[in-house]
């Protein structure tokens, strides 16, 4: 019989909280958040393209010791969270559709709207500048993953409940492991 078995109780409840965790997460990146840059503050949510939210997942990892569930996601998403200072930025590669995907129309020197010929030009100078100011000031930080944990974490208490049923139902496995003998209603150490 596996340890997940014995412990039901237990996973189930760590199997809902870590994908009410991952809601969570999802629902910081949508959320408005205020950020302050060079040129003022400004609000919008962290998840632009989506990418982000959609690669977080509750993985189950069997461990030496039981089980696991880990959040995982795409690796830029810690950079997102605690932000970065230095280090090599996004390339063009990567900014450049990511600029396209915005609801913005470019504009010359001279305040006319960019030529459709002139666009791509355009829209990959901009690229350039966006990863000049990231290699040069950094990202600042959001603290989205604080701010989920912190919101998830209200409702841990409640684990107690699932763990103390696991407990109730396996005391004489668990006494064994430990190193007791059970003697009628007695564990005595050997």
Excluded at 24 to 43: A, C, K, M, P
Excluded at 100 to 114: E, M, N, V
């Amino acid at each position: 019989m596996s340890i997940v078995a014995k412990f039901k109780n237990t996973d189930a409840y760590m199997k809902s909280f870590s994908k009410r965790l991952v809601e969570l997460l999802r629902i910081e990146l949508e959320r408005n958040r205020t950020r302050s840059g060079s040129r003022g503050s400004y609000s919008g949510k962290i998840n632009d393209t989506g990418e982000l939210a959609r690669s977080l997942k509750s993985m189950y990892q069997k461990t030496d010791s039981g089980f696991s569930y880990d959040i995982r996601g795409l690796e830029y998403g810690k950079a997102v969270d605690e932000g970065r200072k230095g280090g090599r930025p996004p390339s063009t590669d990567v900014l450049i559709p990511w600029i396209q995907s915005k609801p913005i129309r470019l504009k010359d020197a001279t305040g006319k709207f960019a030529k459709v010929k002139d666009k791509q030009y355009r829209i990959k100078q901009l690229a350039f500048a966006i990863q000049k100011k990231i290699r040069r000031e950094g990202i600042r930080p959001t603290n989205f993953i604080g701010d989920a944990i912190e919101i998830a974490m209200q409702q841990i208490n409640s684990i107690a409940e699932p763990i103390e049923k696991d407990i109730h139902l396996n005391l004489d496995e668990i006494f064994k492991r430990a190193g007791y003998t059970k003697k009628g209603d007695d564990y005595i150490i050997e």
